[in-house]
């Protein structure tokens, strides 16, 4: 089962920024719409973004429209979640996942079949 690996996360503080990392060893992303989902503590996972493998679909949640971005670096095989202005209501795991061949179903995981096991992001003072 291909398993996807997230990275980058950590402890900031209330204004500060982290990039997350996505990358799947031995499976090209290229070919697929890649999400990022949270899940904080008590609550649902959700979705953050979502980029289509054509790169012409982008979407964000409301709560990180204007701060975060996401991004993907063919060369790296790599999708990034750049994450600006951090606020502690976004602290919680965050998921990379992948649906091969398939496009963004908005910010929903329908489809995504491959999952990373997470990377926790704190923001506190």
């Known amino acids: 089962q291909l398993q996807l690996v997230e990275s980058g996360g950590g402890l900031v503080q209330p204004g500060g920024s982290l990039r997350l990392s996505c990358t799947a060893p031995?499976?090209?992303?290229?070919?697929?719409?890649i999400g990022w989902f949270r899940q904080a503590p008590g609550k649902e996972r959700e979705g953050v973004s979502c980029l289509s493998a054509s790169g012409q679909t982008i979407n964000y949640a409301d709560s990180v429209k204007g701060r975060f971005t996401i991004s993907r670096d063919t060369a790296k095989n790599t999708v990034y979640l750049q994450m600006n202005n951090l606020k502690p209501e976004d602290t919680a795991v965050y998921y990379c996942?992948?649906?091969?061949?398939?496009?963004?179903?908005?910010?929903?995981?329908?489809?995504?079949?491959?999952w990373g096991k997470g990377t926790l992001v704190t923001v506190s003072s």
């Open positions: 996942a992948a649906d091969e061949g398939g496009p963004c179903w908005g910010l929903e995981d329908y489809g995504m079949n491959y």
């Open positions: 031995g499976f090209t992303l290229d070919a697929s719409a």
